[in-house]
């Protein structure tokens, strides 16, 4: 029943889309308006304009801090790789967190109602879907953090995507996955000393997979603390007294090349 409402979801939702073109080499990028309900909700699109042909999509969902430059400068890493690639707005109304209350909240009022969020989900894929550089029959998404637990809530569901990445995301669900519903493959990069996803999650996590028969990968950095693909990290965890975070440029590098590799194996 939840794949027939998110794919009903998808195809109907009514999306106003307003684009403001910008030209770097020969990566396009675009902010683009739509809307899911009365929540008006800004997303950012790039691709390379030098590929003549349609090429896959790649759904980015932000961190707890909501859609930032981070998140854009994924996108733009992404198009430089041969990808369309989308990031969701998950907060909507211009709401980006710069305390790490604010983030909760945010981020709280969106767990708390899946539906709304499967909802943001399916308009942000048919924004990226649409474009006409876009081989829609060859999607996948892509998380940090929070947006980690949405790509994975994304794959539980049935969501028809061929594949998920999840960098430092949450691993908890009210949701599992139930045996052979499961569409995507799926990529969890995980650091083993993230204090918020504690061993019984990532215990938990795996035999959710298992169970349900999920092909998936699951790879632990020792050492590794949450955050640790973004340099901002450090000065995030000294600015907020957050220990949990810490940016690490081996796991950063290393979980991007998987990225990519996996990217390889569901899309040829």
Not at 178 to 183: G, I, M, R
Request: hydrophobic letters at 40%; aromatic letters at 10%; one cysteine or more.
């Amino acid at each position: 029943m939840k794949l027939y409402t998110f794919l009903l979801v998808l195809l109907t939702l009514p999306v106003c889309v307003h684009a403001d073109d910008v030209q770097l080499s020969n990566i396009i990028t675009e902010d683009i308006e739509y809307q899911v309900d009365d929540t008006k909700l800004n997303g950012y699109l790039a691709y390379d304009s030098s590929i003549d042909k349609k090429r896959p999509g790649i759904l980015v969902v932000h961190e707890w801090w909501g859609h930032n430059e981070y998140a854009r400068s994924r996108v733009e890493m992404l198009a430089e790789l041969g990808y369309v690639a989308f990031a969701v707005d998950m907060y909507g109304d211009g709401k980006l967190a710069q305390h790490p209350e604010d983030a909760g909240k945010f981020m709280n009022q969106v767990t708390k109602n899946m539906p709304l969020a499967e909802k943001r989900l399916a308009a942000a894929l048919k924004v990226l879907n649409q474009q006409t550089v876009t081989d829609s029959s060859k999607t996948a998404a892509i998380g940090y953090c929070f947006g980690g637990g949405m790509v994975l809530h994304l794959a539980r569901i049935g969501a028809d995507i061929d594949g998920v990445v999840s960098f430092h995301g949450s691993l908890e669900t009210q949701t599992p996955a139930k045996k052979d519903t499961v569409k995507a493959r799926v990529l969890v990069l995980h650091g083993e000393e993230d204090p918020f996803i504690p061993p019984e999650q990532v215990d938990a996590f795996i035999e959710e997979m298992q169970n349900a028969g999920v092909k998936y990968e699951f790879i632990g950095y020792p050492n590794v603390k949450h955050s640790f693909t973004n340099p901002q990290a450090d000065e995030f965890s000294e600015k907020f007294n957050l220990s949990a975070l810490e940016y690490n440029q081996h796991a950063d590098e290393d979980s991007w090349s998987r990225m990519q590799m996996f990217f390889d194996q569901i899309f040829n």
